[in-house]
């Protein structure tokens, strides 16, 4: 069951992906996915936290598209190297479609902390990989459709997590 466009608050922090080839938007409730994923971690059958490869080309990409804002990047360095936070595990979410034996997935939270860590030369980020069934409870419909320019157009949401 998914989520209707027009139930969601105005300024939630909303994924969206649209598929270069199709052009076919989709859009995921972030808090909703992280507070379901909170929830497991407390319960008796937590996700894994597994380790996802760090592309450095791949997070200069979320700087080119306005995804990420260099300056909140930075901050979450500062924040990390004195103490005051520990990073959560990005979320990756599986499309349902594979490449070469793999899963496809999106990196639905986390582009700032994946940048951070490119930054600071990591090869790898703790992640949680969600299947389709488990995430796509949270994918928003009737959502209007925009383009790719459209989407970075759209400011980006400063979240303090």
């Known amino acids: 069951m998914a989520i209707h466009y027009k139930t969601v608050p105005s300024g939630t922090a909303i994924y969206t992906w649209i598929d270069q080839t ?23 059958k937590p996700f894994d ?6 592309d450095e ?13 260099l300056q909140r990047v930075i901050q979450l ?5 004195s ?29 700032h902390r994946y940048c951070l860590c ?3 030369g990591e090869q ?3 992640c949680f990989c969600l299947s389709m069934h488990q995430w796509k409870r949270f994918r928003i419909v009737g959502a209007p459709d925009m383009n790719v320019d ?9 979240r303090n997590y």
């Open 150 to 158: 459209q989407l970075r157009d759209i400011p980006i949401l400063k």
């Open 22 to 44: 199709t052009g076919e938007n989709w859009h995921v409730h972030v808090p909703l996915l992280r507070e379901y994923i909170a929830k497991r971690q407390a319960s008796a």
């Open 77 to 81: 360095g500062v924040e990390v190297t």
């Open 124 to 126: 790898f980020i703790p």
């Open 49 to 54: 936290v597994k380790l996802a490869p760090v």
């Open 83 to 111: 103490g005051k936070r520990k990073l959560d595990p990005i979320i990756l979410c599986e499309r349902g479609t594979y490449t070469n034996g793999n899963p496809d997935v999106l990196l639905v939270d986390g582009h």
């Open 118 to 120: 490119a930054m600071a």
């Open 57 to 69: 080309s791949f997070a200069r990409t979320f700087l080119d598209d306005n995804s990420v804002d």
